[in-house]
Every structure is written in structure tokens, then in C-alpha cells.
């Protein structure tokens, strides 16, 4: 039992850091199609790399089981969290005269929609009876909140400091 027990954290692990390399190579190359320069890109990808960065540590705060299974789900963040520095982006940069502020207020309140509706969405696995399911659940929903707030506070404080530079 131990041995295969070995076997499946290693390939997990495993498969897991391939998912989550691979997941984030894409979204660089689909963002950087769209957005066209590379400062642009690593602006939009910097509030869900700060989420996916989070969530272990506040799993670990909040004292919640961080398992095999949600390891995996660390992956789907770069997929659920990544819409939220799009949409302040893509706020700011439609404006003629760039303002941060003015892209927070075109922006936020679809932000806080997108979020609020996979907080619903992923936060409702938690009351699975199953344990497995149920971290997923919290995993996704403390994914979903970080990116949210990193995309909310983080990036538009950036694009306030530099946005006379982009």
C-alpha cells in the first residue's frame, strides 16, 4: 500500500506541475496574441500568478487539508482567474487617455460579477460529502477571491504608478 502510494502522489505531482506549466505557457502566448507586447501580458497575468501564489498560503493559514486531489485544481485557476486582469486591461487601454481609475470603474463591477459567479459556482463543491471534492471547492473559491482582489487592487495601483510608461 505504501509503495502505491507513492506512485500515485509522484504521478499527480507530477502531472499536476505539467498541467500547471502548460496552462500558464498558453496563457501567455493567447494573452500576448491579443494584447500584442509583453509588458501587457505579464501585467494581466500578474493578478492571477499572485492568486495562484495565495492560495496555498491561506489554505495553510486557514488550516484547510491542501491533498493530492486539489493540487491538481491549482491548474484550472490560471483558467478561472485569468479573466479578471483581462477585463481591467482591456479597460484601460480601450480609453483614449489612459486612467487606472477610470478602467477600475469600466471594469470592476464585471470583475466582481465574474468572480462572485464562480464563487457560487466552485464554492458550492464545498458542501460535498466527499472530502476530496469539497477542498476543490475551497481551492477554486480562494483562487477565485484572490485573483478577484489582486485584479481589483494590485493592477490597477500598477497601472496608476506606470501607466504614463505603457
Do not use: Q, W
Not at 502522489?9 to 505557457?25: M, P
Not at 501564489?53 to 491549482?74: K, Q, S
Not at 477565485?144 to 504614463?164: E, I, M, Q, R, S
Amino acid at each position: 500500500m505504501p509503495v502505491l502510494f507513492g506512485e500515485i502522489k509522484a504521478s499527480i505531482i507530477r502531472g499536476s506541475s505539467l498541467a500547471v506549466a502548460a496552462t500558464l505557457f498558453l496563457n501567455i502566448i493567447i494573452i500576448h496574441l491579443f494584447f500584442k507586447k509583453a509588458k501587457y501580458t505579464l501585467l494581466v497575468m500578474l493578478p492571477v500568478t499572485l492568486g495562484f501564489l495565495f492560495v496555498p498560503g491561506i489554505m495553510g493559514y486557514i488550516n484547510a487539508p491542501f491533498n493530492f486531489i486539489n493540487i491538481g485544481t491549482l491548474a484550472l485557476l490560471f483558467g478561472l482567474g485569468v479573466d479578471y486582469g483581462i477585463y481591467v486591461m482591456n479597460a484601460f487601454l480601450m480609453e483614449e487617455r489612459r486612467d487606472a481609475g477610470s478602467a477600475l470603474r469600466l471594469s470592476g463591477k464585471n470583475v466582481m460579477m465574474c468572480a462572485a459567479t464562480t464563487v457560487a459556482g466552485c464554492g458550492s463543491l464545498i458542501t460535498a460529502k466527499f472530502a476530496g471534492i469539497a477542498s476543490v471547492g475551497l481551492v477554486l473559491t480562494i483562487g477565485a477571491v484572490f485573483c478577484a482582489a489582486a485584479a481589483l487592487l494590485t493592477l490597477p495601483a500598477l497601472l496608476y504608478l506606470f501607466g504614463d510608461k505603457l
